[in-house]
Nanobody, 114 residues
Framework: QVQLVESGGGLVQPGGSLRLSCAAS????????MGWYRQAPGKRRELVAR???????NYADSVKGRFTISRDNAKNTLYLQMNSLKPEDTAVYYC????????WGQGTQVTVSS
């Protein structure tokens, strides 16, 4: 049974930082491209960042220079370091295996507000 479990979300002030984690089990983690998506209220789910099996990365224009995606294949864990957070970053953040693929986590809420 594949499980992706996100953690690390919370409430942060504008300009602050958060680090999200996604712990994977039940799949060959190192064999999947992995990604972070987000969905704000009333908006479509969007791809924020992607990392390939070869460690190449891609980012949405809105987060370039502020967010960093990484993975630790030994720990079967995906990360998203988010710096200089803005109110428009407020959303539920999901990790995904395959990008896009059939495996999703339950999401973690990130709220950026003063």
């Amino acid at each position: 049974q594949v499980q992706l479990v996100e953690s690390g979300g919370g409430l942060v002030q504008p300009g602050g930082s958060l680090r999200l984690s996604c712990a994977a089990s039940g799949l060959n983690f190192r064999g999947y491209a992995m990604g972070w998506y987000r969905q704000a209220p009333g908006k479509r789910r969007e791809l924020v960042a992607r990392i390939t099996t070869g460690m190449s990365t891609n980012y949405a224009d809105s987060v370039k220079g502020r967010f960093t995606i990484s993975r630790d294949n030994a720990k079967n864990t995906l990360y998203l370091q988010m710096n200089s957070l803005k109110p428009e970053d407020t959303a539920v953040y999901y990790c995904n295996a395959g990008v896009p693929g059939p495996y999703w986590g339950q999401g973690t809420q990130v709220t950026v507000s003063s």
